[in-house]
């Protein structure tokens, strides 16, 4: 008698490997990165500009930094390679919501902006003094501004100024960098960036409120 043979189970056998092995080849190669595909990798900062003021005050002073690019504030956050990293309302946005410590108050008023690249024109600093409801003995506070550069690190420029009213604007500095990134004519000549309405001065707590501030015209 004629014996007969199957080869199925090995061919189901071989089928079933090789069914396995496109499967991990294409889970594989669909977890590969795109190596074209840009990565937002946010890059290093070049420059930094610091402004502070009193702690213990929940006041709202903005920086404001205007650029070849144009000007950087609290309305406009990124402008070329300069950006500002956080608009701090005073005490109204430094409260903890959750949590052992809701409710307590982080005081550190300070805002920054960033330049991340090396653009050349004239950079000029303001701090604009946007809101208060205290007194006017408390309303007085000092701002501290310091503009450094980071590689190589220098110091570029420091110093405090007193604010005594709501809308005051005053230039802390002004200073011209070069397509290297390095930077001349440190001065400290006078430019306004903000122009406020006379009704800004009233009590008012309304960030959102667009009629409050106007830019001046190609500042944005």
């Known amino acids: ?49 610091i402004m502070s003021w009193n702690n213990d005050r929940g006041v709202d002073v903005d920086l404001w930094v205007e650029g070849p690019e144009g000007l950087v504030g609290f309305r406009n956050t990124q402008q070329g390679f300069m950006n500002l990293d956080r608009d701090d309302l005073g005490h109204r946005n430094d409260i903890i919501r959750k949590g052992p410590n809701a409710g307590q ?62 809308g005051e604007e005053q230039t802390f500095v002004r200073f011209t960098m070069k397509p290297d990134g390095t930077y001349y004519n440190v001065n400290t000549l006078k430019k306004n960036l903000v122009s406020t309405f006379n009704h800004m001065l009233q009590p008012s707590a309304a960030r959102s409120s667009d009629d409050e501030l106007t830019i001046p015209s190609g500042g944005l």
């Open 1 to 49: 008698m004629r014996k007969y043979s199957s080869n199925l189970a090995f061919i189901d056998l071989l089928f079933n490997l090789i069914l396995g092995f496109v499967f991990l080849f294409v889970v594989s190669f669909l977890l590969i990165n795109d190596p074209t595909k840009e990565d937002h990798v946010e890059e290093k900062a070049e420059y930094m500009i």
């Open 105 to 166: 108050i982080v005081e550190i008023n300070r805002e920054v902006v960033n330049i991340r690249g090396f653009q050349p024109g004239e950079y000029v600093v303001n701090a604009h003094y946007y809101f208060t409801n205290l007194g006017p003995v408390k309303s007085r506070i000092q701002v501290d501004v310091e503009v450094i550069k980071l590689n190589p690190y220098s110091q570029i420029y420091v110093d405090s100024k007193e604010f005594s009213f709501r």
